[in-house]
Every structure is written in structure tokens, then in C-alpha cells.
């Protein structure tokens, strides 16, 4: 097995583009976190025989929570699982949380850090951060409802990376009113913190958020494709040129510093999601839990699995290794489509793809099928065409 995502379903208030589980009401916390630990036990006996290698924190908002509460999840992990001796322990973090936990004890030491926050991570195990900047300007962060401001973003890093080496940030681009020249700066206040792992997304207008509310009102201008495509281009040159393997369509990371949770996910191997809206995979069935807080908790308590499963069919299987393979660095395996799903599948690839390498948008390199450079903003559509469907 590759992993354990928890996701911790709490945020301080909504991000205008977010989509994801949560709530901003903290009055179920204790109750989640007992729920969070049960069903951690209750999940042993799916993955007895396999190994955890990561343990990932997502949310939500993850750093909400307690030291105390955080290191009794992650020893309930140890003590149902079978976990290597050094695992990949990551927690996601917004600045505002990290930065106002610094300033008591600075207050309190005159001036010296004294147990900070950083140090009771590490000393639970945690030894990722994946902190979500987004972006080092106030109009962005106002525009997608941040819970923090620009200098709270950079204070968090000068004091995150005197702590721990291996850090991510996230930040998005495609924003309305970001100007190239904007975005670049953004890139390169990011790299003078020495960050080893950046993660970036174009900004998307989801169903049902206030983003898609605002945009159909006329209150904030509509994401325009193009200059996405090129503040891509303009992540990816700038990050390559300081040494970045750009190993994923929205990951780049310096040598060793990928991140094990993610590649694992993109790799195919097995996992378990555990909380609400939490996904699992074992290779063969999808099972998501029921995205309620309340429910959630209730169902646990009975101990009973608040989970819907699918049975992934033999072509349901291609099409998701094609899907994320085509995103990685990695690419797509021939000699893997014919050992997992057989000749007609393999075939069936190789045909698919002539039209997108005849237009330099695919290529293959010692039996991998691979995007080019032009090709990797359209990966996800050109997925779609190589898919095949279930008949």
C-alpha cells in the first residue's frame, strides 16, 4: 500500500473557488477527531498485509487542528498499521495558522523560538508541509477569500524553512486582473525562500462556489484561457531554469523532494481515505466516503463504514492509468497496457495516439508514450481521446 490520506474537514471560512469537503463550524472537532481515530481501526483488516508508506493530512484545513490532536491520529496509524521506519508524514498548512502559532512563543521567549510550532511537528513526526500561499499579492488573496494576507505568506516561509527542509506551496495562476509580469513575481518570491517543491494550479470555476456566482454576475471577469496557458509556460520555464523536474502537470520538485503521497496516486498503488469525502483505492474497487459531517460521525459511532464502493472495470482501469500516467513524467507503458489489460488495449493506444504525435503534442520514448512540451497544457483532453470506452 502506498498511503493514508486523513482529511480533517474544518476551514476558517470558504475560498471563493473551493469545491472540497468542509465546514467552518468547529463545534463537531473533538467528535471528528474521535471518529477519524475509530475509523482508522475499524480499516485495519483491509490492508493487513501491506505497508504504509506515507501519511498525508489534507483537508479542509489540517492545521487547524492541535499538536495533541494530530499526534493522536498519527499514533493510531502506528498502531493499527504495518508502517515503514521512515515514513513520508505531510500536513497541509495555511500561513495565517502557522505564523500566529509563532508569535506567542516569541513574545513569551523575548525573541527566541521555545518549543514553536515547527518544532512540536517535527517532534510528532510530521516532516512535510505542503503550505497553500496561492499568491504573495493582497488583490488575489482578497479576490479568492484567503484566510491570509501577503505578508503573513512570506513571514510563514522565512520561519517554516528554518525548520523543515522538505516543503511544498501551492499557488495558482489564471487569476483575473494577474498579469504575466505579476505571476513572475509570484515565482520568484516562492524560489527566494529556496522551496524544493512548488505545486500550481490554473484557477477553475467550480459548480455551485461563490467564484461562479461572482463571474455569472458580472462581479469578477471571466478566466480567460490563453493567458493561463501562457502564465503555464512561464511556471515551467522559470522553474526548470532553477533546477525543477517538472515530474507532474502541476508539480515541480527538485531531485528527492517529490512528493511520495502524490507520485504513489499517479503510480496506481493502493490507499486508503480516511474521514468524510475521503477516497480509497486497492487497484481493483473505488470507495468514497459520505461528504457529512454529521453522518459521518454517526455512522462510525454504530461502527459502520459510511462508504460507497465501484468495481473498477478492466477498461475503467486503463482509462485512469492513462489518464494519470499521461500527466507524469513517466508517461504511459506499452509492455504495462499489454501485461494489465492485453493486446487489444496496447493496440488500440497505438492507434489512438498517431493523430496527437503527428501533431508534435506526443512522443515515445523507449516504449513509454509521453507528452511534449506543446502538448502538456491539453494533456487531460488528450487523455480523454485515448480512453476507450466500456461496451
Not at 132 to 158: P, T, V, W, Y
Not at 205 to 229: C, N, R
Not at 297 to 316: M, S, V
Not at 350 to 373: G, M, P, R
Request: aromatic share 12%; glycine share 6%; proline share 3%.
Amino acid at each position: 500500500m502506498s498511503g493514508i490520506y486523513i482529511h480533517i474537514p474544518f476551514c476558517k471560512q470558504a475560498c471563493h473557488y473551493c469545491d472540497f469537503h468542509f465546514s467552518t463550524s468547529l463545534k463537531k472537532r473533538d467528535e471528528m477527531v474521535n471518529a477519524l481515530v475509530k475509523e482508522i481501526q475499524l480499516r485495519k483488516d483491509e490492508f493487513k498485509k501491506t505497508t504504509v508508506e506515507t501519511i498525508y493530512f489534507g483537508g479542509g484545513t489540517p492545521s487547524l487542528l492541535s499538536n495533541e490532536e494530530l499526534k493522536t491520529l498519527i499514533d493510531s496509524v502506528y498502531e493499527n498499521y504495518n508502517v515503514v521506519e521512515a515514513p513520508e508524514i505531510t500536513l497541509e498548512a495555511n500561513p495565517d495558522d502557522l505564523i500566529k502559532a509563532e508569535l506567542l512563543p516569541r513574545a513569551q521567549s523575548r525573541g527566541r523560538f521555545e518549543k514553536s510550532i515547527f518544532y512540536s511537528y517535527r517532534n510528532i513526526g510530521i516532516n512535510r508541509l505542503s503550505i497553500g500561499i496561492q499568491s504573495f499579492f493582497e488583490d488575489d488573496l482578497k479576490l479568492m477569500n484567503r484566510a491570509h494576507n501577503a505578508s503573513e505568506a512570506k513571514a510563514c516561509l522565512e520561519e517554516a524553512t528554518q525548520h523543515f527542509d522538505n516543503i511544498s506551496v501551492d499557488l495558482i495562476y489564471g487569476i483575473p486582473g494577474l498579469s504575466n509580469e505579476r505571476w513572475k513575481q509570484n515565482i520568484d518570491t516562492a524560489l527566494a525562500f529556496n522551496i524544493p517543491h512548488i505545486s500550481s494550479y490554473a484557477l477553475t470555476v467550480e459548480p455551485k462556489t461563490a467564484l461562479e456566482s461572482f463571474i455569472k454576475k458580472g462581479l469578477i471577469d471571466a478566466l480567460d484561457d490563453a493567458q493561463a496557458h501562457e502564465q503555464f509556460h512561464i511556471l515551467k520555464d522559470s522553474l526548470e531554469a532553477k533546477g525543477f523536474i517538472h515530474y507532474e502537470l502541476s508539480n515541480f520538485g527538485k531531485e528527492d523532494y517529490f512528493s511520495k503521497n502524490n507520485s504513489a496516486y499517479w503510480q496506481g498503488k493502493s490507499y486508503i481515505g480516511i474521514g468524510p469525502s475521503a477516497h480509497s483505492f486497492n487497484g481493483k474497487q473505488r470507495g468514497w466516503n459520505v461528504a457529512n459531517n454529521s453522518k459521518y460521525i454517526k455512522a462510525i459511532e454504530r461502527e459502520t463504514l459510511p462508504l460507497e464502493t465501484e468495481t473498477l472495470t478492466i477498461t475503467d482501469q486503463y482509462n485512469e492509468y492513462v489518464m494519470t500516467g499521461l500527466r507524469t513524467i513517466w508517461g504511459i507503458s506499452f509492455s504495462k497496457i499489454e501485461k494489465d489489460f492485453g493486446t487489444v488495449f496496447k493496440d488500440y493506444l497505438i492507434e489512438q495516439s498517431k493523430v496527437f504525435i503527428n501533431q508534435h503534442l506526443l512522443y515515445i520514448d523507449d516504449e513509454h508514450l509521453c507528452v511534449t512540451k506543446k502538448g502538456q497544457f491539453l494533456c487531460d483532453g488528450i487523455a480523454s481521446e485515448l480512453f476507450k470506452l466500456n461496451l
